[in-house]
């Protein structure tokens, strides 16, 4: 079986990461998503276990070790962004020269055993997981959202309402170095008014 595809969506999901990690502020950082309660994670936080799960992940499942430490040494969102795209890339140029034997290959996951392609498609679920959250933290701080999957409120409605898919940037190396200037996103439209829900 050719796997690819997993390969594929990991290129996309860690730029959705870092569209997502752009859409903050630097004041946001410790913002958690009720102020008082220390059970949900803060932005700050958030991008901490990105790296340090991701780390854990490629190296005990995957077998992938990019020799690098797990975090930034300055704990800024635009340090958090550099340093993800940065190993994020390194673990995507290794994935993408296995062969099929390799993806298929059984691994202690936890406390199971499952194939490396497995391993993959829960990793992934995983990060959207996490994305999610910081998402629905976005709109608690009331910030824009660009797309991250299709449409969102900010570029114009819902799918249905014919509204586009506006990402923050075309690629990683436009958002880095556009995140390391005064930011260059994409213009988004706004919301066009209409409810935000497929309901008739």
């Known amino acids: 079986m050719n796997y690819d595809f997993l390969v594929s969506t990991y290129r996309t999901e860690r730029l959705k990461v870092l569209s997502v990690w752009s859409m903050f502020r630097d004041q946001d950082m410790d913002v ?4 008082t309660d220390t059970r949900g994670r803060s932005v700050r936080e958030q991008m901490i276990h ?24 300055d704990e800024t969102r635009l340090s958090f962004i550099r340093k993800y795209d940065g190993d ?12 099929p034997e390799w993806w298929e290959e059984e691994v ?19 990060t959207a997981h996490h994305r999610g959250q910081q998402t629905a933290m976005l ?18 409605g819902l799918p249905k309402n ?18 390391s200037g005064a930011g260059a996103k ?7 008014g209409l409810p935000v829900t497929e309901r008739g």
């Open 108 to 126: 202690d996951f936890f406390k199971a055993t499952r194939s490396r392609a497995w391993v993959m498609v829960r990793r992934i679920a995983h």
């Open 50 to 73: 990105q790296c340090l799960s991701e780390d854990l992940w490629f190296r005990t499942f995957f077998g992938i070790d990019i020799g690098a430490a797990a975090l930034p040494d």
């Open 88 to 99: 994020s890339e390194r673990r995507l140029k290794t994935l993408s020269v296995q062969a």
């Open 32 to 35: 958690r998503p009720h102020p």
């Open 139 to 156: 709109r608690m701080l009331n910030r824009e959202l660009h797309s991250t999957y299709g449409p969102s409120a900010d570029t114009g």
């Open 186 to 192: 994409s213009t988004l439209p706004g919301s066009s």
């Open 162 to 179: 014919g509204a586009p898919t506006i990402y923050a940037y075309a690629d990683a190396a436009s958002l880095i170095a556009g995140e």
